[in-house]
């Protein structure tokens, strides 16, 4: 696993690609190898999605009657979801990029989406840590969710420029890819497993 200093390394790449900055693509590994390496940003958000597999068991057992649990089974299928939405939207962006000629692209697409989920993963927490130690701001904490999914995909969009530059179009179809489906696959997946809060 990249140790922290390599995964900072990664991040300020990304920052300097935001910043408009085209050094750092000398800072992000965008080879095979530096392709699969990037998937270890999974294991770096364990800590802030267990916050929020915390945060939804709690909101899940307030639909049930009192004294009822859910045991290990509920984290297990939590997992299961984070795994499928995490991996579908870079499947479907490897197919997107290979039906319009762009699959060159792949490497460097894939290295952004899973590094820059990182920042996003522990940033998403952090409101959510609001949210259970301060209930009386939840207006706050969804406006603020709302806020940093639009910061999401202004950066996700900005930096992904860097690579298929003279294609808006592709561009605009890479954000709604990433986002969309998980999206619905997550709420779709709860439902089915039954672990939404009703």
């Known amino acids: ?12 790449g990304l920052w300097l690609l935001f910043l408009g900055k085209k050094e750092g693509l000398r800072l992000l590994d965008i080879s095979d190898r530096g392709m699969l390496r990037s998937f270890y940003a999974a294991i770096w958000c364990l800590p802030s999605m267990a916050v929020s597999w915390y945060w939804w068991h709690q909101n899940y ?9 859910t045991g290990a089974i509920f984290f297990v299928r939590m997992g299961l979801i984070e795994a499928v939405c995490w991996m579908v939207p870079l499947i479907l962006i490897g197919l997107l990029l290979f039906a319009l000629g762009a699959r060159d692209k792949f490497q460097a697409i894939i290295v952004v989406a899973n590094w820059l989920s990182l920042p996003f993963s522990y940033a998403y927490s952090a409101l959510i840590l609001v949210a259970l130690l301060l209930p009386a701001l939840q207006g706050l904490v969804a406006i603020l969710w709302f806020a940093l999914l639009l910061t999401l995909v202004f ?4 930096i992904v420029r860097f690579f298929v530059r003279d294609n808006p179009l592709l561009v ?8 969309v489906p998980a999206m ?9 497993l039954g672990i939404y809060p009703l």
């Open 1 to 12: 696993m990249p140790p922290s200093n390599e995964v900072a390394f990664y991040l300020r």
């Open 61 to 69: 057992l307030t639909c049930l009657q009192e004294g009822v649990g």
């Open 155 to 158: 950066t996700f969009s900005r």
């Open 172 to 179: 605009t179809a890479l954000v709604m890819t990433l986002l």
């Open 184 to 192: 619905i696959l997550s709420e779709m997946l709860q439902r089915f």
